[in-house]
């Protein structure tokens, strides 16, 4: 379970904001807004030491009437590091800081949470083919031979000088070709 910063709002007063003074985090985790009170407005922001190893991904947070709200504090680097998180409500009513201390491989004592559904093989759907030649059709393949056979043929007929043999080695080559279009088809 990911540590919990819990941050009271509205509890005594309207706008009335209360943190701990400071927060050990051991990784990532959440910022708890608990609201006791009509909705508002929170700003949550890192100073520059956390920053630099930490984020969130978004800084305004509406939170409705008695409701709570998680917001992520995700550790991306390696502490040590010391820093302050401010909150402010309404818009600047209420502003307090909390000191945060991310000890040195915090990242790490993080636990990995892997989804069973990972295991399990996933099956293929039905019906589908190889994806490698469901892109083929014969159109290219027919364009690219068919310019084959033609340097082919004119090759033979510049080396041997007989036109026989260039017919024959361009009947060659179409063949092969059309072979190659119905076993395109057929896959």
């Given amino acids: 379970m990911p540590d919990s910063l819990p941050v009271h709002l509205n509890r005594t007063d309207i706008h009335s904001l209360e943190v701990p003074n400071e ?6 985790f959440d910022v708890q807004l608990r609201n006791h009170g009509e909705a508002l407005h929170v700003h949550l922001h890192l100073d520059d030491s956390l920053s630099s190893i930490a984020s969130l991904d978004a800084t305004n947070h509406h939170v409705q009437a008695e409701s709570d709200r998680l917001v ?27 000191d945060i201390y991310i000890p040195e491989g915090g990242v790490e004592n993080e636990p990995v949470i892997v989804d069973e559904e990972l295991s399990r093989p996933q099956p293929k759907p039905a019906g589908k083919s190889d994806p490698s030649l469901e892109d083929l059709s014969p159109g290219p393949i027919l364009a690219a031979g068919g310019f084959t056979a033609l340097i082919a043929g004119l090759v033979t007929l510049v080396l041997t000088g007989n036109v026989l043999m260039t017919v024959g080695v361009v009947l060659a080559v179409a063949v092969v070709l059309g072979l190659l279009s119905v076993a395109v088809r057929s896959a």
């Fill in 23 to 28: 927060f050990d985090a051991t990784g990532s």
């Fill in 72 to 98: 992520r504090v995700t550790v991306d680097g390696d502490g040590p590091v010391r820093g302050k998180l401010k909150v402010v409500t309404a818009y600047g009513a209420e502003t307090r800081y909390v």
